[in-house]
């Protein structure tokens, strides 16, 4: 019993030192090179409590130093525990969103720890994915390449993380990562699905009849003074025929099964295009399932009627 309190209070007090050392270090901007982040990353690398690495890991990223990415970078591919490394994952991802010194290659790291070629643990892979995903948001770096990447990993889950991640990314580049995958005949079956309904739904941001007016008035304002709309139908329209594509080109693959060819057409729907057209009225003259025709004809009634909006 001694023996366990006597544990406990050296582990306490341990976690308590690198809670200081962190506090003095936050206060000091020209710590780059302090020798106490050296400590932490001693600790972080040598401890043999799980929750002193733990510990040292938050403690290197509230510090946010660039010696203090190289810790947490050095220190990740030779961590045993998984809790660990998910602790060196929020540190890396703390001092990116935060732009801290460092956080380009605090970025790299979290790279490196999404790649199955080097990180085992799906969650860990997970986590540092959905890391780069929110950089991406924060405008910190383009997450298309990596999540397309991802489409790649061991884990079906991970893949289908990935697609609903470039769903609500809904950039121009996200879209067509979205396309290739559903075109992928070496992915599966429910990857290629999720991809369909993904590249329907990013569609759903488009203006209806008010919003469509909104961006006429605002071209019109824009027009005025000289200067580029926020928006352009055009892009829009532009963005819809691509998507279109490649909707398109899967209804026509003979190779389709019916089931992804209905996905298809449903997104064909949720897009709304009259570049949809051409697809729709060969499926439905031709294509040998009854439920495939049928979904083709009420999509195509519903893209005529949005002609004349």
Avoid: C
Wanted: glycine share 6%.
């Amino acid at each position: 019993m001694l023996l366990l309190i006597n544990t406990y209070y050296r582990v306490m007090n341990r976690s308590l030192v690198l809670g200081l050392l962190v506090a003095v270090l936050a206060v000091d901007p020209a710590s780059a090179q302090d020798p106490g982040i050296g400590r932490l990353g001693q600790e972080l690398s040598g401890a043999k409590d799980v929750s002193v690495r733990r510990q040292a890991a938050r403690s290197l990223g509230r510090a946010s130093t660039e010696q203090s990415v190289r810790m947490l970078g050095s220190a990740l591919p030779a961590e045993r525990s998984v809790e660990v490394r998910l602790e060196i994952v929020r540190a890396l991802r703390t001092i990116s969103f935060q732009r801290y010194p460092g956080y380009r290659s605090a970025l790299i790291a979290l790279g490196n720890a999404a790649d199955d070629a080097n990180e085992r643990d799906e969650l860990v892979r997970l986590r540092a994915t959905e890391a780069l995903w929110e950089a991406g948001k924060k405008d910190l770096l383009d997450p298309v390449p990596l999540l397309e990447r991802q489409f790649t990993d061991r884990s079906e889950r991970l893949r289908l993380s990935s697609v609903r991640m470039l769903r609500k990314f809904g950039s121009p580049g996200a879209a067509d990562a979205l396309g290739r995958a559903l075109l992928d005949k070496s992915l599966t079956e429910t990857v290629r699905l999720a991809s369909i309904d993904a590249l329907g739904a990013v569609s759903l941001s488009a203006p209806g009849v008010a919003g469509r007016g909104v961006i006429e008035a605002n071209i019109a304002v824009t027009d005025h003074f000289g200067v580029s709309p926020l928006h352009s139908q055009r892009a829009l329209e532009l963005r819809h025929e691509r998507q279109i594509a490649y909707l398109a080109s899967l209804v026509g693959d003979p190779d389709s099964s019916d089931t992804l060819v209905l996905k298809a057409v449903k997104s064909m729907g949720r897009v709304k295009d009259h570049a949809s057209i051409p697809s729709l009225r060969q499926l439905i003259e031709t294509h040998p399932s009854t439920a495939v025709r049928v979904q083709a004809t009420a999509v195509l009634s519903h893209v005529l009627a949005r002609q004349f909006e």
